[in-house]
Antibody
Framework: EVQLLESGGGLVQPGGSLRLSCAAS????????VSWVRQSPGKGLEWVAS????????HYTDSVKGRFTISRDNSKNTLYLQMNSLRADDTAVYFC??????????????WGQGTLVTVSS | QSVLTQPPSVSGAPGQRVTISCTGS?????????VHWYQQLPGTAPKLLIY???NRPSGVPDRFSGSKSGTSASLAITGLQAEDEADYYC?????????FGGGTKLTVL
C-alpha cells in the first residue's frame, strides 16, 4: 500500500525557516517523481514544486523560487521541502504527492494527509 | 486568480448528471497539455479522479468521465450520489509548471 506521511509543519515567524519531510513507503521511491502542493485555509490547491526520480530535474512555482528548495533522499525514501524567508501568505497545509512516472509534470496519483505550516508573529 | 477557471459551485439532485467546466488558454490546455481531475472530500487529501483528459484510475466508478476540447475540459458525473459531495479541481500545465483550477464545490441536494 502506497503511503506518504508528511511531518515538520508548525508555527514559524515571518522571515523564518522550516523543513518539511515526507516519508514514503509501499513503492519504489526512486522510480517516481514527487511534488509538494499546498492549500491555504479555505482556499484551493496550489502547486509548489516537483522533483524527478533522480533529482536532476526540479520545477518551482514562481512565488517560491529562490526561497524554497525541494530535494529527495532515495536511500531514505524521503522527500524534503526546505522553506526559507517565510511569509504570511505561505501559511497552508502542505501535501506531498507522487506521480506515476519518473518524470515531473505528470499526474499526482497518491497524496499524503498534509502538514500545516503557519507563518505568524 | 487561478490560471484555470472553474465555476465556484454546482449542484444536482441524487441520480442527476452534472458537469464541471475547466477553462484555460492557448498557453496551457490549448497547447496540448493533458488535463487531470481531483476530488477532495471534506477534511481529506485530494484523490486523482481522471488523468490524461479521459482516463479513470483503477477503483474510480465509471459514473465519472472527462473530456477535453480546444482550451477547455469538462468533468461529468452521472447518477449523482450523496457521497459525491466534494470539491473538484482540474489541473494541467504551462511553461512554468503545474497549474490548478480554483476548484468547484459540488453540492448534492
Amino acid at each position: 500500500e502506497v503511503q506518504l506521511l508528511e511531518s515538520g509543519g508548525g508555527l514559524v515567524q515571518p522571515g523564518g525557516s522550516l523543513r518539511l519531510s515526507c516519508a514514503a513507503s509501499g513503492f519504489t521511491f526512486s522510480s517516481y517523481a514527487v511534488s509538494w502542493v499546498r492549500q491555504s485555509p479555505g482556499k484551493g490547491l496550489e502547486w509548489v514544486a516537483s522533483v524527478n526520480g533522480g533529482s536532476d530535474n526540479t520545477h518551482y512555482t514562481d512565488s517560491v523560487k529562490g526561497r524554497f528548495t525541494i530535494s529527495r533522499d532515495n536511500s531514505k525514501n524521503t522527500l524534503y521541502l526546505q522553506m526559507n524567508s517565510l511569509r504570511a501568505d505561505d501559511t497552508a497545509v502542505y501535501f506531498c504527492a507522487k506521480s506515476p512516472q519518473y518524470t515531473t509534470l505528470t499526474p499526482l496519483d497518491y497524496w499524503g494527509q498534509g502538514t500545516l505550516v503557519t507563518v505568524s508573529s | 486568480q487561478s490560471v484555470l477557471t472553474q465555476p465556484p459551485s454546482v449542484s444536482g439532485a441524487p441520480g442527476q448528471r452534472v458537469t464541471i467546466s475547466c477553462t484555460g488558454s492557448s498557453s496551457n490546455i490549448g497547447a496540448g497539455y493533458s488535463v487531470h481531475w481531483y476530488q477532495q472530500l471534506p477534511g481529506t487529501a485530494p484523490k486523482l479522479l481522471i488523468y490524461g483528459n479521459t482516463n479513470r484510475p483503477s477503483g474510480v466508478p465509471d459514473r465519472f468521465s472527462g473530456s477535453k476540447s480546444g482550451t477547455s475540459a469538462s468533468l461529468a458525473i452521472t447518477g449523482l450520489q450523496a457521497e459525491d459531495e466534494a470539491d473538484y479541481y482540474c489541473q494541467s500545465y504551462d511553461s512554468s509548471g503545474v497549474v490548478f483550477g480554483g476548484g468547484t464545490k459540488l453540492t448534492v441536494l
